[in-house]
């Protein structure tokens, strides 16, 4: 039978949904799998351990996080002790040579781009109008 692995190191997919770079785990292997993630500055794998100290560079959309591993957890903890396991420094591709404040005006941009994707793509709850034509289409 297999040795369990210490808390001296960690798989990689499970560290990336502990830590809450990603939702699910399989989330986390199909980015790794697709190359988004690197560590050292080589492609990872699901199943590679991490241990405390080491860089990891995910690649999200535009942003690009670079992590530094502070802690392990094999198991899902709390929000505000899973911000503890890294420190991150983002950095965007698109944004490079732009101060602070040009670099937040290009955030609220696309937070505001992705609600607005969002409510055209019907997502959410309908409005009366939209539940009126449901209605409607469905014979009511």
Request: glycine share 8%; hydrophobic share 35%.
């Given at each position: 039978?297999?040795?369990?692995?210490?808390l001296?190191?960690?798989?990689?997919?499970?560290?990336?949904?502990?830590?809450?770079?990603?939702?699910?785990?399989?989330?986390?292997?199909?980015?790794?799998?697709?190359?988004?993630?690197?560590?050292?500055?080589?492609?990872?794998?699901?199943?590679?351990?991490?241990?405390?100290?080491?860089?990891?560079?995910?690649?999200?959309?535009?942003?690009?996080?670079?992590?530094?591993?502070?802690?392990?957890?094999?198991?899902?903890?709390?929000?505000?002790?899973?911000?503890?396991?890294y420190?991150?420094?983002?950095?965007?591709?698109?944004?490079?040579?732009?101060?602070?404040?040009?670099?937040?005006?290009?955030?609220?941009?696309?937070?505001?781009?992705?609600?607005q994707?969002?409510?055209?793509?019907?997502?959410?709850?309908?409005?009366?109008?939209?539940?009126?034509?449901?209605?409607?289409?469905?014979?009511?």
């Open positions: 039978m297999p040795e369990k692995p210490s001296d190191e960690v798989r990689l997919d499970k560290w990336l949904q502990v830590a809450r770079i990603y939702k699910t785990r399989s989330q986390a292997a199909e980015a790794i799998q697709a190359g988004h993630v690197k560590m050292e500055g080589r492609r990872a794998k699901a199943a590679q351990a991490i241990k405390v100290g080491d860089e990891i560079l995910v690649t999200k959309g535009s942003r690009k996080l670079q992590l530094t591993v502070k802690g392990l957890a094999a198991k899902p903890i709390a929000k505000e002790l899973a911000r503890e396991l420190t991150a420094k983002e950095e965007f591709e698109q944004t490079d040579g732009l101060d602070e404040e040009q670099r937040e005006i290009v955030r609220r941009m696309r937070q505001m781009d992705r609600l994707q969002a409510a055209r793509q019907g997502k959410g709850r309908p409005t009366k109008k939209e539940r009126r034509d449901i209605g409607k289409s469905r014979g009511r």
